[in-house]
């Protein structure tokens, strides 16, 4: 079964701290976005890469930077995080060209105190 | 104004009931519609999807799609308790996704 696998469900930070949140799939796609998602807010993109070393901002990136070193992992970085960014973290991925469907992973729930 | 529009529910039936989700859009370069159901504290699943106008069936689940009123539709039949979940209405111009915020669904038994 295919998979998109992100490494923490929650997480409880300090404001100020740098957060890491990975996120590995097992599909070989070429797309990986994060997300984040708020209630009555919906999906937000935060930022997105369709090749390694590649990234692209998406509508919410600021605050936020991401890294993809190997085609599998995509990482979302909060560089100092803050209050307004306690949220649910979604990571998704999606073949080259593919304009139907995203593969989700479980998500992270970050709080930030 | 939002590019996609969904009513947040949360929508209450009996089991058995015939349930109808539904957003609208305003883009017209839309050409993909998703549907995608999310479990609480779940990622969203990809429940059906359609590509321009039209009806697509899959077992107990049906999408229709109206591009000339920009309406988008899934219905349920026979709902089921496991159909309880978040369901998010989503479309592509082929550049980009964008997603309704979701529709709350409690199906009692």
């Known amino acids: 079964d295919v998979k998109v696998t992100q490494s923490s469900r929650y997480l409880v930070k300090r404001t100020g701290e740098k957060v890491f949140l990975e996120c590995v799939q097992d599909?070989?796609?070429?797309?990986m976005f994060w997300y984040r998602q708020d209630p009555g807010l919906g999906l937000r993109l935060i930022y997105f890469?369709?090749?390694?070393?590649?990234?692209e901002k998406g509508d919410i990136p600021e605050g936020y930077s991401v890294s993809r070193e190997k085609k599998e992992r995509f990482s979302l970085i909060l560089e100092s995080a803050s209050t307004n960014q306690t949220s649910m973290y979604l990571c998704a991925s999606s073949e080259e060209g593919t304009y139907y469907g995203y593969t989700f992973g479980s998500g992270t729930r970050l709080t930030v105190v | 104004q939002k590019e996609v529009e969904q009513d947040p529910g949360p929508l209450s039936v009996p089991e058995g009931a015939i349930v109808s989700l539904n957003c609208t859009y305003s883009n017209s370069a839309f050409q993909y519609f998703m549907w995608y159901r999310q479990y609480s504290r779940k990622g969203p699943e990809l429940l059906m999807y359609?590509?321009?106008?039209g009806n697509k069936e899959d077992g107990r689940f049906t999408a229709q799609v109206d591009k000339s009123s920009k309406y988008i539709s899934l219905f349920i039949r026979d709902s089921q308790p496991s159909d309880s979940a978040t369901y998010l209405c989503?479309?592509?111009?082929?550049?980009?996704?964008?997603f309704g915020s979701g529709t709350k669904l409690n199906v009692k038994p």
């Open positions: 989503a479309m592509s111009d082929f550049n980009k996704f964008y």
């Open positions: 359609t590509y321009s106008s």
């Open positions: 599909m070989d796609h070429e797309n």
């Open positions: 890469s369709y090749d390694v070393k590649m990234k």
